[in-house]
């Protein structure tokens, strides 16, 4: 139990630091878009969704105010939080148009959290029906993929990955039996059939106009997941001992909401007022597969370190990670 504890760890670790490399494309001048972004957005972003839908069956046991109470602390008040650090944070970098950026944050400031919320929340409701769990599974997905702006924040296209993680966690004993299959099919697809673009807002032009693009991100996304969860499997499991590296990953894999919001605000904000690299005089795939990788995993450590020492005050563990880290 504790080694499959630690592999999921070290997969949430490695999910949040493809987002600080994604995000850290920012700071990097290639001359031309990211061929590494792209591959890394068709499947973290789902990786990260499927691995809170593994973990989300202990909270569908408890009653609706209990629930709704915990999941706001978790989710609600932290994505509130840091779009509130990340205004003022703009206005003392002198940003003109603060009205702009205080409407671009309450549209869709900290997306994720708060997808994450809904996520939860719906599959919370449509639980308390009396209906097996496949029929509520397409039953959310089909409503809540034709709910006009359902696209909004992504939420209709990644409900179908929540439910994956659910569905992952509750049949956890047979994946076990064939995760080298899974893990060994999923990988080639990935690599050699998968979408490797930003995936596209699910609007009701692609759910009607193109619904094959629907599939094939699904399948990429899922692909994707799969393939990281399984590959990390083995690769945690190829160390006897489970030597120190592989621990402090781990550690790290504990932190990744925390981690995701400081991100928004180090990376995001502060990094770009003090790193700009112009990589065009470079080789491309040196700008690309290493300045920006390493910038990356740079920032994932400082964001870990940062998040580490915030979440020991009660008060900051409470309003940025909703009380999630004082006992750590």
């Given at each position: 139990m504790k080694q499959r504890i630690?592999?999921?760890?070290?997969?949430?670790?490695?999910a949040i630091t493809l987002v600080c490399i994604g995000h850290s494309d920012c700071l990097v001048d290639l001359g031309r878009s990211s061929v590494l972004r792209e591959w890394i957005y068709s499947f973290h972003m789902p990786l990260f969704m499927l691995l809170c839908g593994y973990f989300s069956l202990h909270a569908f046991s408890k009653d609706f105010k209990t629930f709704i109470i915990s999941k706001s602390k978790a989710l609600l008040v932290p994505a509130i939080a840091f779009s509130v650090i990340e205004l003022i944070t703009c206005f003392f970098l002198g940003y003109k148009d603060i009205k702009a950026q205080a409407y671009a944050d309450a549209v869709g400031g900290m997306w994720f959290l708060r997808t994450l919320f809904m996520c939860y929340v719906i599959v919370y409701a449509v639980k308390k029906l009396p209906l097996p769990d496949i029929w509520l599974c397409l039953l959310s997905i089909t409503i809540v993929l034709f709910v006009p702006h359902s696209y909004s924040l992504y939420l209709n296209y990644m409900?179908?990955?929540?439910?994956?993680?659910?569905?992952?966690?509750?049949?956890?004993?047979?994946y076990e039996q064939y995760?080298?299959?899974?893990?060994?099919?999923?990988?080639?697809?990935f690599l050699f059939c998968g979408r490797h673009l930003v995936a596209e807002p699910l609007t009701y032009d692609i759910i009607f106009n193109r619904p094959q693009l629907i599939l094939w991100q699904l399948s990429t996304g899922l692909s994707g997941a799969?393939?990281?969860?399984?590959?990390?499997?083995?690769?945690?499991?190829?160390?006897?001992?489970?030597g120190k590296l592989i621990n402090w990953i781990g550690r790290v894999g504990t932190f990744t909401l925390g981690i995701y919001g400081v991100q928004t605000i180090i990376i995001a904000r502060l990094f770009p007022e003090l790193i700009q690299i112009d990589a065009t005089n470079y080789p491309y795939w040196l700008g690309d597969f290493v300045i920006t990788p390493i910038i990356g995993i740079l920032s994932t450590i400082i964001c870990y370190y940062l998040t580490a020492w915030l979440s020991k005050y009660k008060y900051?563990?409470?309003i940025l990670f909703g009380g999630q880290y004082f006992s750590k």
């Open positions: 630690l592999y999921l760890d070290v997969t949430k670790a490695i409900l179908m990955f929540f439910w994956a993680g659910y569905w992952l966690r509750k049949y956890y004993n047979k995760r080298g299959m899974v893990t060994i099919i999923s990988l080639l697809f799969l393939s990281s969860i399984g590959v990390v499997y083995y690769i945690c499991h190829s160390f006897v001992e489970r900051t563990n409470l």
